[in-house]
T-cell receptor, first 110, second 116 residues
Framework: DQQVKQNSPSLSVQEGRISILNCDYT??????FLWYKKYPAEGPTFLIS?????DKNEDGRFTVFLNKSAKHLSLHIVPSQPGDSAVYFCIYNQGGKLIFGQGTELSVKP | NAGVMQNPRHLVRRRGQEARLRCSPMKGHSHVYWYRQLPEEGLKFMVY????????ESGMPKERFSAEFPKEGPSILRIQQVVRGDSAAYFC??????????????FGPGTRLTVL
């Protein structure tokens, strides 16, 4: 059973536009989420996090929104750049055990 | 400060052989995690270790897989009698100390295991 779900395996966006990556989770007890980014042949790297006491966290071009009632998160990247092309993972940290979504491959076209 | 190191980067084994994957955490990190990524899937947690201790092995297959993190030297993930289904990318991560969900895990580049 997939506790963290990213239903879009891929997303293509034009440079300069907004990228929106979505994530749903099943357990209402989940209270701290992470987004990691992964380039080919590299390990994932931390991007941004959010805890359930907030509904939004912003870091430069990256903003994560949390809707607890819908058990839904989204990552917004604006403006998108070609260097943002990567696989993005939505993750729940269960006491050091990271529970990954399947990932969404973002492609930003120049 | 060097990042998390994993070697080898690529490993080819025949069915029935043993695979040993090594992970050197970032300097000063005493917590190591192993994850496996099968094709077209996200990473799946396998095991969490501190120096000389296994903290959580709930993601480890019951047979053929073992992990250790000795007092000196790298962490080792060992797969005995490999089968084709073990073909995957294996990632190691390390963190400084465990303070709950605020710990950032730093990942290595992974070892891609191919079983012929």
């Amino acid at each position: 059973d997939q506790q963290v779900k990213q239903n879009s395996p891929s997303l293509s966006v034009q440079e300069g536009r907004i990228s929106i990556l979505n994530c749903d989770y099943t357990n209402s007890m989940f209270d701290y989420f992470l987004w990691y980014k992964k380039y080919p042949a590299e390990g994932p790297t931390f991007l941004i996090s959010i805890s359930s006491i907030k509904d939004k966290n912003e870091d430069g071009r990256f903003t994560v929104f949390l809707n607890k009632s819908a058990k839904h998160l989204s990552l917004h990247i604006v403006p998108s750049q070609p260097g943002d092309s990567a696989v993005y993972f939505c993750i729940y940290n269960q006491g050091g055990k990271l529970i990954f979504g399947q990932g969404t491959e973002l492609s930003v076209k120049p | 400060n060097a990042g998390v190191m994993q070697n080898p980067r690529h490993l080819v084994r025949r069915r029935g052989q043993e695979a040993r994957l090594r992970c050197s955490p970032m300097k000063g990190h005493s917590h190591v995690y192993w994850y496996r990524q099968l094709p077209e899937e996200g990473l799946k947690f396998m095991v969490y270790l501190q120096k000389e201790n296994i903290i959580d092995e709930s993601g480890m297959p019951k047979e053929r897989f073992s992990a250790e993190f000795p007092k000196e030297g790298p962490s080792i993930l060992r797969i005995q009698q490999v089968v084709r289904g073990d073909s995957a990318a294996y990632f190691c991560a390390s963190s400084l100390l465990r303070e709950g969900p605020l710990d950032e895990q730093f990942f290595g580049p992974g070892t891609r295991l191919t079983v012929l």
